[in-house]
């Protein structure tokens, strides 16, 4: 009878799940038995911080768009209220890149709104 070689998938399996733990600290990225319980904790809080990231960068974007509103003498909310009555497309991140980069275009947007 031939010898047969195992082993083939579950050192796949290592391999795969100490490719996934590449960047974590200490013991967690090399040793297979603390990767996996590694792994296991991590996984199910990817999906949970790539929908709080967008919640994050939204608060963001209304606190840059809210200085730069009160500064022409507006608050935010009101502000987002005339943008909807007048149908101006633009949203959040684009006022926010706006107020902060070119706020000459942001003014004129604000000037464009209160009319």
Do not use: C
């Amino acid at each position: 009878m031939p010898r047969v070689k195992r082993g083939k998938t579950a050192n796949k399996k290592r391999a795969k799940n100490l490719k996934l733990t590449k960047g974590f600290r200490w013991g967690r990225k090399s040793k297979e038995r603390a990767a996996k319980e590694a792994l296991l904790h991590s996984l199910p809080r990817k999906f949970r911080g790539r929908k709080e990231k967008k919640r994050n960068f939204r608060a963001l974007w209304q606190t840059k768009i809210n200085a730069a509103v009160r500064e022409e003498g507006i608050s935010y909310s009101k502000f987002i209220n005339l943008l909807k009555n007048k149908s101006i497309g633009l949203d959040r991140k684009v006022l926010a890149e706006l107020a902060e980069f070119h706020p000459e275009v942001f003014k004129k947007v604000v000037e464009e709104v209160k009319k």
